[in-house]
């Protein structure tokens, strides 16, 4: 497998650290908000990136890290922590909401089909692992009290700058949006590992610490939680493309003073969801999510689709207008599936099966490249094969894609049965009295109507109104009402 490295700008043979499983790292969502969907196509790709991995053989483990608190509405470590905000706007504990908002995001994740991670970790359960990092940062050197607060001392690394080649000048104040003047720093660059009540005294969640009651900066989180449960090398980091500075630079820095070598072999980034007045942000106050797709009458799995058509590397540009071209590509998809057919006794084709499955590992196996993996679907469809063989191949590429093709193409096989089946139902009831004429019309019409000869059923419907009958057509037949 060829996957693109964003730590080394270049697509590299996938090949991790151990033979016999594959470390995983998410960054979890801050949850004092619902996701948006922009947030969401994040893990949607790195949903497909585990499964095309476990598809392919590879015993996988996946840790996320749920943000229950530390993470400030500016990256630089500065204005007010995310989870008191909304704790704030909704007049409930910093745990209430993170409870909520926490089942929230694994409800959307579920109406997406998107794994749950093996372990998912809230932050606040690692306070002990954050301390120990810590302790061991500040005696290699790495870290100072200054203020009350710890920070990390960037200047003592050889490389600082991992996913882009900033320079000093970049973190000025007022150059780069959110960084704001911390006259506690050595350099620009540095950045809190943990915070005392120096700052945010009103802060709800506190624990102590050799250096005071306070609690972890952000960055901290993950490496303490990849640490704890994915050990001292993690094969691949995952991400939307605003992480990658200062969040993921700052782990990498941190994680590898601690260590004293290398930490993260691949990092795997996704780009933004915008739309047409640019990067969807709850900052901003207005944003989708999954639930305000449905109220407007979109299965969650159209969004999915959508964003498995474009490459997650690319900026995605949403609009209702794309959206509902998703919805009519996979309306299409499913009717087509779900017109196959397999006869009684009909083998499974496995030569015709490799190559196709060959075209599935070169589309997924080329950087994730997901708008080649649909076309594979059409490429089953049309392929010279039984129907067996195709459900077949279309359920085992579903396993990674996660459109759910085959239970919705029963749902619509079924669903256009019983249309079938009430349209064969040559039954007239008669409200009231029974009236032979009528019902010798009402069932001519039902055969017109069986026979799509529509220029036909409008005329028995006339001649019926003309006997002073409405006719009704329902699941059981025709009904006879009289005018």
């Excluded at 600082?160 to 000048?169: S, T, V």
């Excluded at 104040?173 to 660059?189: I, P, Q």
């Excluded at 396993?399 to 193409?409: E, I, K, Q, R």
């Excluded at 029963?410 to 009528?438: H, I, M, S, Y």
């Amino acid at each position: 497998m060829q996957l693109y490295n964003s730590a080394t700008r270049r697509k590299e043979e996938f090949i991790p650290n151990h033979p016999d499983i594959v470390k995983m790292y998410t960054c979890g969502p801050t949850v004092y908000h619902f996701a948006h969907i922009g947030n969401l196509r994040s893990y949607i790709m790195e949903d497909v990136l585990e499964k095309y991995l476990r598809y392919s053989g590879y015993n996988v483990k996946r840790v996320m890290n749920i943000t229950d608190v530390g993470h400030l509405s500016s990256d630089a470590d500065t204005g007010e922590d995310k989870m008191l905000k909304g704790a704030k706007r909704e007049h409930k504990t910093v745990m209430e909401i993170a409870k909520f908002y926490t089942d929230a995001f694994f409800e959307d994740c579920r109406k997406l089909n998107i794994k749950r991670p093996d372990v998912v970790e809230p932050a606040t359960n690692c306070i002990a692992e954050y301390i120990h990092l810590i302790e061991r940062l500040i005696e290699k050197g790495y870290a100072y009290e200054a203020g009350g607060n710890i920070y990390f001392d960037t200047a003592k690394l050889d490389k600082y700058y991992i996913f882009n080649d900033h320079k000093e000048e970049d973190l000025a104040v007022g150059v780069r949006e959110g960084v704001e003047a911390d006259e506690n720093k050595r350099n620009k660059a540095d950045f809190v590992l943990w915070f005392t009540k120096s700052k945010f005294e009103d802060q709800e969640l506190k624990w102590d610490s050799p250096w005071g009651t306070g609690y972890p900066g952000w960055h901290i989180e993950c490496s303490g939680i990849s640490m704890k449960h994915l050990g001292e090398d993690l094969d691949i980091h995952c991400g939307g493309i605003d992480n990658a500075f200062p969040h993921h630079t700052n782990e990498i820095a941190q994680s590898e003073a601690y260590l004293g070598h290398p930490w993260c072999k691949y990092w795997f980034h996704v780009l933004h969801l915008n739309t047409n007045s640019g990067k969807m942000s709850k900052s901003k106050g207005e944003f989708l999510t999954v639930s305000l797709l449905e109220e407007k009458g979109y299965d969650p799995l159209v969004y999915r689709l959508f964003c498995l058509q474009s490459h997650y590397r690319k900026s995605l540009v949403f609009s209702f207008e794309n959206l509902d071209n998703a919805a009519t590509t996979y309306n299409k998809l499913i009717s087509r599936i779900a017109a196959l057919r397999p006869e009684a006794g009909e083998a499974f084709d496995e030569a015709a099966a490799q190559p196709l499955r060959e075209k599935f590992h070169a589309a997924l196996g080329n950087d994730l490249n997901t708008s080649l993996g649909v076309t594979v679907l059409y490429d089953v469809l049309k392929s010279e094969t039984n129907a067996t063989t195709k459900l077949a191949l279309l359920g085992e590429f579903d396993t990674v894609l996660g459109l759910s093709l085959l239970p919705a193409a029963e749902r619509a096989r079924a669903e256009a049965e019983r249309l079938a089946k009430a349209e064969t139902q040559a039954t007239v009831v008669t409200e009231g009295e029974a009236n032979p004429e009528a019902e010798a019309l009402a069932l001519e019409r039902i055969e017109a109507r069986k026979a799509k000869n529509w220029a036909r059923a409008d005329e028995l419907r006339e001649a019926l109104k003309a006997l002073g009958f409405a006719v009704e057509d329902t699941r059981e037949g025709a009904k006879l009402k009289r005018i």
